[in-house]
């Protein structure tokens, strides 16, 4: 018989090709992955060399200038904090504001000289710091070199100085890294990471260029500094009211409060 007028049976489709998904990577102006934590922090090498070693080896850093002690004065009745309003924290760190000048004390090994030596103070945040996003901060004590914070000198004793630092009105709000670098003409020498140097960066009502700038002095101290306040409970035609404890200024607070902002993209800006 003829195949003429038969309807021709449709094949079965192929089965789907089982493949891994294509990598997501990062484009265009965005060259590492975005941060969303600042709790998780990259350490910055102590030494960063200019160039490729020679046949003998690096050359020693040893005849330059050299970082003794860094003292972040971050005592509860020092200046820093009575003048940020943080000394009544729980914390042995430093807390201070955005948007204005707090003090840090650096120990050389010999006096500081102003028109020879380089140096920086360097803030980290992130487990990616790049200067672009404001997660690598180089703060410098010449006006003839000058970041997004601002930096200088207001006062030298032989080998100790006292460096001012303003973090920008709108930097991101978390705990950094500090590190101090001396340039050399071989490379850049770092102090070593430590603990106790990491300083608390907050939002600062008292600053007029910050967002959360609050006029009025009353409003400051009962939205900002009041410990204690008044909770309202019940129905909407039977309300009472009880005292309520906000319990801001113990130091696990803090690292509560960056754990939430960070998970809500309030502490980096991208």
């Known amino acids: 018989m003829s195949d003429q007028g038969a309807t021709p049976t449709p094949s079965t489709a192929p089965p789907p090709t089982i493949r891994r998904p294509p990598k997501v990577d990062n484009r265009g102006r ?4 975005i941060d969303s934590s600042n709790l998780e922090a990259k350490d910055i090498p102590e030494i960063e060399y200019f160039a490729a070693p020679g046949p003998r080896g690096y050359p020693p850093m040893t005849g330059f200038l050299d970082i003794w002690d860094v003292d972040m004065m971050k005592g509860q009745n020092e200046s820093n904090k009575i003048d940020h309003h943080t ?13 204005q000048e707090f003090q840090v004390k650096i120990t050389f090994n010999r006096p500081y000289k102003p028109n020879e030596d380089k140096i920086a103070v360097e803030f980290v945040i992130g487990s990616n710091p790049q200067y672009s996003k404001g997660t690598y901060i180089p703060v410098f004590p010449t006006k003839a070199r000058q970041s997004y914070w601002g930096g200088r000198i207001t006062q030298i004793n032989d080998n100790v100085i ?3 630092i303003t973090p920008g009105a709108s930097c991101i709000v978390g705990k950094y890294h500090l590190y101090i670098a001396v340039q050399t003409p071989f490379g850049i020498r770092r102090t070593k990471r430590e603990n106790s140097r990491d300083i608390y960066i907050l939002f600062n009502p008292w600053a007029a260029d910050d967002a959360v700038f609050l006029y009025d002095e009353e409003e400051r101290q009962e939205c900002v500094m009041n410990e204690m306040g008044i909770i309202y409970h019940g129905a909407y035609d039977d309300i009472s ?3 309520w404890n906000y319990g801001q200024v113990r130091g696990m607070y803090i690292k509560i409060f960056l754990i939430y902002s960070s998970i809500y993209f309030l502490c980096f800006i991208t």
């Open 162 to 164: 006292t460096m001012g």
């Open 87 to 99: 000394n009544l924290y729980h914390s042995d760190n430093l807390i201070v504001r955005r948007g």
């Open 30 to 33: 965005t060259s590492g992955p």
């Open 241 to 243: 009211e009880r005292n």
